[in-house]
């Protein structure tokens, strides 16, 4: 498909839910952030690294890499998929919250160091680490959400379309960390987390409601039960509703 077809199909399915342009734009506000903070990471331990000898940035980035995992196995061991939509709110606020500190921590620039501690090597480290869980955990819900919100058909050009302000601000957040003092950077990049908690506030809020594990087990021993009771009707009043759910879809999009 050519750009211009692939622009106007994903035009389009943001236009018909908003869910869609939200989803897009959560993720958007959450990659440029953390793509800023990948150059800025580096010179900033480096300034307040306090032992003898180099940086060690190969263990800290492997560090980084744990931490990200860690975040993945989260997402499946507490069965986020479930509420996804609220799990993906509390990884933002992590993640603006480790952002936050960095920023008061800094020294003064636009406004005062409020808690010099904070800009520590350990608190900083330790608020780099928060972050990097916070992004193996998003990863994972920005997935299921994609998966549930945007269709499968045009899923690649909505990602594509919302790849254009995600390098609109990688652009800028590389000038900022190159250009502005550490605590305008971290500032900024805790805002777009920020920005994004909002956003993703309004996808929660429209969101519908998810049955619970409970409420699901107990829709599925129903079914099995008529299954047994009456199988033919039972397939046949499936058969049915499938045909029904595919016509209208037909009548939709016409």
Excluded: H
């Amino acid at each position: 498909a050519s750009v211009s077809s692939s622009l106007a199909t994903a035009s389009a399915a943001i236009r018909k839910d908003k869910r869609v342009a939200l989803l897009a734009a959560v993720s958007a506000l959450f990659e440029g952030a953390t793509y800023t903070f990948v150059f800025m990471w580096v010179p900033r331990l480096i300034a307040i690294y306090p032992f003898e000898g180099g940086l060690p940035t190969g263990l800290i980035f492997a560090s980084f890499m744990v931490c990200i995992t860690i975040g993945g196995v989260i997402y499946s061991a507490l069965g986020m998929d479930s509420a996804v939509e609220s799990y993906s709110f509390i990884c933002l606020l992590a993640a603006f919250g480790a952002m936050a500190l960095c920023a008061l921590g800094a020294p003064s620039s636009i406004m005062p160091q409020i808690l010099p501690a904070l800009g520590d090597f350990g608190p900083t480290l330790a608020a780099f680490l928060v972050l990097e869980s916070c992004v193996g955990c998003f990863n994972a819900c920005a997935g299921t959400m994609r998966s549930r919100y945007i269709p499968e058909d045009v899923q690649a050009a909505v990602m594509n379309l919302g790849r254009v302000p995600l390098n609109l601000l990688v652009v800028g957040g590389t000038y900022l960390s190159d250009a502005a003092p550490a605590q305008v950077a971290f500032s900024a990049v805790a805002l777009a987390f920020l920005g994004g908690a909002a956003l993703q506030a309004a996808l929660l809020e429209s969101a519908p409601p998810q049955q619970s594990e409970e409420e699901r087990q107990i829709a599925e021993a129903i079914r099995l039960s008529a299954l047994e009771a009456a199988p033919e009707e039972v397939l046949m009043t499936d058969a049915a509703a499938t045909g029904a759910r595919r016509l209208n879809r037909r009548r939709g999009s016409s």
